[in-house]
Nanobody, 125 residues
């Protein structure tokens, strides 16, 4: 049984930072695509970043240069370091996993196999 549990969300002012964690069980993060999505009120789900086995990463343009995805294979955990946060970054952030090598394509289509419950990030101006 695959489980993903996010943590680290909260409320910050614009320009601040947060680090999200996704603790995974039931599958090795080293062998699958691991991604972060976000969903804001009245907006569709948006793929933010993806990582595969520490070697491949991809970011959507809106967060490129501000967010960094990483993983700790020993802890089976994926992280999202978010810097220079802006009010438009306010959303529920969800961790997801896909047993595939098509990490970026699946990120764009939102077609991941396993999902966490999410952690809320609120950025005030």
């Amino acid at each position: 049984q695959v489980q993903l549990v996010e943590s680290g969300g909260g409320s910050v002012q614009a320009g601040g930072s947060l680090r999200l964690s996704c603790s995974v069980s039931g599958v090795s993060v080293a062998s699958v695509c691991m991604a972060w999505f976000r969903q804001a009120p009245d907006k569709g789900r948006e793929g933010v970043a993806v990582i595969r086995n520490t070697e491949y990463t991809y970011y959507t343009d809106a967060v490129k240069g501000r967010f960094t995805i990483s993983q700790d294979n020993a802890r089976n955990t994926v992280y999202l370091q978010m810097d220079k946060l802006q009010p438009d970054d306010t959303a529920m952030y969800l961790c997801a996993a896909a047993d595939s090598r098509l990490c970026r394509a699946l990120l764009v289509r939102g077609e991941y196999d396993y999902w966490g419950q999410g952690t809320q990030v609120t950025v005030s101006s």
